[in-house]
Nanobody, 123 residues
Framework: QVQLVESGGGVVQAGGSLRLSCAAS????????MAWFRQAPGKEREFVAS????????YEADSVKGRFTISGDNGRSTVHLQMNSLKPEDTARYFC????????????????WGQGTQVTVSS
């Protein structure tokens, strides 16, 4: 089992920045990829960004490309999401996720989830 705990959310004005972190514990060596998803009220959970540990590759959704950057350190135990030029439409609860096989952008492909951290961007 892997446990994920997010931190770093908050309230920020449009144009501002936030850095989210996700701390993983447990069998982190079994995790092949980690990702960030977000969910706004009344909407489905959507992919934001992911990182594949063995090749160090990253991928961001088109909606955040050029503004958000995913990174990882500490031997697969921590993943960050640097969010710049935030917009009101980025307001959502952000979730960290991990999977034990492969890489992907679908919610169903991820095995482990954190409780999420709220990001609110005011206009």
């Amino acid at each position: 089992q892997v446990q994920l705990v997010e931190s770093g959310g908050g309230v920020v004005q449009a144009g501002g920045s936030l850095r989210l972190s996700c701390a993983a514990s447990g069998r982190t060596s079994s995790v092949s990829a980690m990702a960030w998803f977000r969910q706004a009220p009344g909407k489905e959970r959507e992919f934001v960004a992911s990182i594949k540990w063995d090749i160090g590759a990253t991928y961001e959704a088109d909606s955040v490309k050029g503004r958000f950057t995913i990174s990882g350190d500490n031997g697969r135990s921590t993943v960050h999401l640097q969010m710049n030029s935030l917009k009101p439409e980025d307001t959502a609860r952000y979730f960290c996720a991990g999977r034990t096989n492969g890489w992907g952008i679908l919610v169903a492909q991820y095995d482990y989830w954190g409780q999420g951290t709220q990001v609110t961007v005011s206009s």
